[in-house]
């Protein structure tokens, strides 16, 4: 048996879709599992829609993810080949020049009464290169086309239902379908996994492997589209569908590489949490649904939270830094004082970017009061509150029983609960009604921070 050969070909858009990573993830692990091969392909012949640095993210987000190649092509640089595979398919006879115009091609259609779409008008002209034409493929009237597909059980499709599609355009450069399969093609592709917009157009893609001789055919899956909590198809407008917009709200690689394999596939037990080595091991293209895929953003993040929690304190304090250090007042972060915290924030986060707002207090010259939570709580008996914690923080042991029993005490004297006596002190210390443990944090801060906290916060009142 050759050895598979598998590939992620993404069109540069400006980010990596979470449907186009759940691609290149079956890939991977199909390759990763046989042995095989993964190719990272980049389809970027459309001139005007590129960017350079669309693809440097698109790679780096791939990286991110884990998911290594093992070889690279780009087919802005292939050009030759797919003029070359053009003139093969015109010597073959596969293929003819047509002159007509969009509106011709149009007004047409309208006069038959039937579908729009291409006559074969110029089909048997004989016409030459020239201005203003287009290469068609000469598509079989007869027979069909069956797509070797394991998810979709091998759909066929009528000859006659395919219109003599363009290949090259009128300016010589090649359609998207013909240098889609040549690359495939030329690269011995042994399986096409991509999403189940590219269907419709594989019988075209497989009548022109077949007349460039490229022999047997690969084994698709087309996987089904991504749907939100209203089975609605994932949008870039209305859900957040880029790979980044995760990686910057601080969830972990390992973790989205599991929610996404999880996307119409499992194990088959039910079991949901699965390592990387696990997935090698255990994904099948042949065991993935055909029914749309639901991206579950409320099960991610109870993924993500319960991963977090499960990190060492070390590599939790290791993971939250970069996001620390992106905070505004990063140059007064300390590392030391962090790590104090670092154990009961890591118990209270679902993200790593809601680290950065419930340690800030520690950094901060003064808290950021939150105006909701100041209103909230700063009435009624938060004056005596305040004065009665005053006076007793002055002296207290500085350790959290110490702190909360004094607390306790004036929260009695006032006939409140801790919970209720506690949450004026929050605020005037931390800004808002929640953050880590209370008692903790003042440890943190030192009893001078706090008792200048607790004043200001008294004399606003
Ligand atoms: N370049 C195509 C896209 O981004 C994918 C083509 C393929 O996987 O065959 O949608």
Same mark, same amino acid.
């Given at each position: 048996m050759v050895a598979p050969r598998l590939r992620f070909a993404p069109s540069p858009t400006g980010f990596l879709h979470v449907g186009g990573a759940r691609s290149a993830l079956y890939n991977w692990l199909t390759a990763r599992r046989t042995g095989g091969a993964f190719v990272l392909r980049i389809e970027d012949t459309d001139d005007e829609r590129n960017r350079e640095e669309w693809v440097d993210d698109l790679a780096d987000a791939l990286r991110w993810l884990g998911l290594d190649w093992d070889e690279y092509y780009r087919q802005s640089s292939r050009g030759d080949l797919y003029a070359a595979a053009a003139r093969q398919l015109e010597e073959s006879g596969h293929t003819y020049w047509c002159e007509c115009t969009r509106e011709a091609i149009d007004a047409r259609a309208k006069e038959r009464g039937g !579908? !729009? #779409?291409?006559? #074969?008008?110029?089909?048997? =002209?004989d016409l030459g290169p020239g201005d203003g034409r287009v290469v068609r493929f000469r598509t079989p009237r007869e027979g069909a086309t069956v797509v070797p597909d394991v998810v979709r059980g091998n759909p066929s499709f009528e000859?006659?239902?395919?219109?003599?599609?363009?290949?090259? =355009?009128?300016? #010589?450069k090649a359609m998207f379908i013909l240098a889609n399969a040549v690359d495939d093609g030329d690269m011995r592709m042994t399986h096409v996994v991509r999403g189940e917009e590219h269907l419709p157009n594989t019988p075209k893609y497989l009548l022109l492997w077949d007349a460039l001789g490229y022999g047997e055919h690969p084994v698709f899956a087309h996987l089904p589209l991504l749907v939100n909590e209203k089975r609605q198809k994932l949008s870039k407008r209305r859900d957040p569908v880029a790979v980044e917009q995760y990686r910057e709200e601080g969830y972990l690689p390992d973790v989205m590489v599991n929610f996404l394999a999880l996307i119409g596939w499992?194990?088959?037990? %039910? =079991?949901?949490k699965l390592t990387r080595e696990e997935l090698i091991a255990e994904f099948r293209l042949?065991?993935? %649904?055909s029914s749309p895929g639901f991206f579950d953003v409320a099960k991610l993040r109870s993924f993500n939270g319960d991963a977090i929690r499960a990190l060492s304190a070390a590599d939790f304090v290791a993971a939250a830094l970069p996001f620390l250090e992106r905070a505004p007042w990063s140059d007064r972060l300390d590392r030391t004082t962090f790590e104090r915290i670092a154990p009961l924030v890591q118990e209270r986060v679902?993200?790593?970017?809601?680290v950065v707002p419930m340690v800030d207090f520690l950094f901060l010259d003064e808290p950021e009061i939150e105006q909701a939570s100041w209103d909230k709580t700063m009435k009624g008996d938060a004056a005596g509150v305040l004065d009665g914690v005053l006076a007793a923080y002055?002296?207290?042991?500085?350790?959290p029983d110490a702190l909360k029993d004094a607390l306790t005490a004036v929260g009695e004297a006032a006939g409140l609960k801790l919970a209720k006596a506690q949450a004026p002190v929050r605020v005037a210390v931390t #800004? =808002?009604?929640?953050? !880590?443990p209370l008692f903790e944090s003042l440890e943190v801060l030192g009893r001078d921070r706090v008792l200048a906290r607790l004043r200001a916060a008294r004399s606003r009142l």
């Open positions: !579908p !729009p #779409g291409y006559d #074969g008008f110029c089909r048997d =002209r000859n006659s239902t395919i219109e003599d599609f363009v290949l090259v =355009r009128s300016n #010589g499992g194990p088959g037990d %039910g =079991r949901e042949e065991d993935v %649904g679902a993200v790593l970017s809601e002055e002296s207290v042991t500085w350790e #800004g =808002r009604t929640v953050g !880590p």
